[in-house]
């Protein structure tokens, strides 16, 4: 089936910037929302971002918002988080998720409904 995978994570300085892409083993299958979610050691999965494959609208969660960007290449089925002003805090392995459903309100928030995910990428986030 198809298949995510996520690249670009690492280890940064307080204060860095990373951009993660997140991309579809098939070009021809499309989603409706391309989303990113974190998981730090012990905590609850998170939502980070999300994206409209039209790409008309994008949603944040309140600890990232104004930080990070996500933006997507409809065209090559490739979604990206460029993440700017690291914190410590934003240590946590981040995983692409997907869904070709609609998700009314705030429910692509919710990790439970996506049906495709990505094996995840670190970022570590020095002192």
């Known amino acids: 089936q198809v298949q995510l995978v996520e690249s670009g994570g690492g280890l940064v300085q307080t204060g860095g910037s990373l951009r993660l892409s997140c991309a579809a083993s098939?070009?021809?299958?499309?989603?409706?929302?391309m989303s990113w979610f974190r998981q730090a050691p012990g905590k609850e999965r998170e939502f980070v971002a999300a994206?409209?494959?039209?790409?008309?609208?994008?949603y944040y969660g309140d600890s990232v918002k104004g930080r990070f960007t996500v933006s997507g290449d409809n065209a090559a089925n490739i979604v990206y988080l460029q993440m700017n002003s690291l914190k410590p805090e934003d240590t946590a392995v981040y995983y692409c998720?997907?869904?070709?459903?609609?998700?009314?309100?705030?429910?692509?928030?919710?990790?439970?409904?996506?049906?495709?995910w990505g094996q995840g990428t670190q970022v570590t986030v020095s002192s």
């Open positions: 998720a997907a869904t070709r459903n609609v998700l009314f309100f705030d429910y692509y928030r919710d990790a439970g409904r996506y049906p495709y």
């Open positions: 098939e070009r021809t299958f499309r989603f409706y929302y």
């Open positions: 994206i409209l494959r039209s790409g008309s609208s994008t």
